[in-house]
């Protein structure tokens, strides 16, 4: 019980899609001959096994993006379930992935970032001559969500307040003659923050018939668009005035 909650935890809070927590968990308990019932949101799990009065409920309140982390807890799984692992040797090797930090250090996910949304703004018919703003903003945007996630636990208003940065940044690169189109500028540095593996996700709940967490991801993602989109809105407001 405590590996299949432990395995189940770490992919819930890195990102992975709530059937496949389930599907994970369920197979391991299986591989030892278990029969186990879960249920998985995106805010707790609940276990138990057959057979037994002892059910377990885990709460989960922060959760992030980590594909490495839902990948190395799958090669532990596949390991163990093959009976390539023992018990000890699998919760062992799930205590390190949990304990274990982001692969990447911060100045690396802001400069990526940051180039990203040069990139989009490429994508977008966007002048070469603005992929530095758009390079400066997307950085300005990435590193004021970073930094408002850790003050604050209200996630919707770090991004809202990353949003009205990179919306300033925006107005103040064009204004000094940075920058040509502001607009073009803004969508593109505003890309990495929104949250397409959560749309994603909530899409692939609702298909593989998990209503409750896909609609639950879909509310999520649908305000953190909106804390996007009012943080620039904020800025053109502020701009104008």
């Known amino acids: 019980m405590d590996i299949c909650l432990l395995a189940g935890r770490i992919m819930l809070q890195n990102g992975a899609e709530t059937y496949r927590v389930e599907d994970t ?11 186990a019932q879960s249920f998985v949101t995106p805010t707790g799990i609940i276990f138990s096994i057959d ?7 885990i709460r989960v309140s922060e959760r ?9 807890v799958n090669t532990v799984s596949r390991a163990f379930c093959s009976d390539k692992l023992s018990i000890e040797e699998a919760y ?18 802001i400069v990526t970032a940051a180039l990203a949304s040069g990139c ?7 002048p070469w ?34 949003a009205l940065a990179l919306g300033l ?10 920058g040509q189109s502001q607009s073009t500028i803004i969508i593109g540095s505003v890309m990495p923050l929104v949250p397409g593996v959560l749309i994603t996700n909530a899409v692939r709940d609702l298909m593989a018939g998990h209503l409750v967490s896909g609609m639950s991801k879909g509310i999520e ?15 053109l407001f502020l701009v104008a005035s």
């Open 92 to 109: 062992e090797k799930l205590t390190e992935i949990a304990a274990s930090r982001h692969a990447y250090p911060i100045w690396l996910q």
């Open 169 to 178: 940044a925006s107005f103040v690169l064009v204004r000094i003659g940075a």
């Open 25 to 35: 968990m369920i197979r391991m308990a299986n591989a030892r001959g278990v029969d």
């Open 64 to 72: 992030a993006i980590d594909l490495q982390k839902i990948t190395r």
């Open 51 to 57: 057979g037994e009065d002892k059910t377990r409920l």
């Open 129 to 162: 001559s603005d992929f530095a703003s758009a390079f400066v903003c997307g950085a300005i945007g990435f590193s004021c969500a970073l930094y408002f996630h850790r003050l604050t636990r209200f996630k919707f208003f770090a991004e809202f307040l990353a």
């Open 120 to 126: 989009f703004l490429i994508m977008f018919n966007g």
């Open 221 to 235: 993602a649908l305000l953190t668009a909106l804390a996007i989109g009012g943080g620039i809105a904020a800025s």
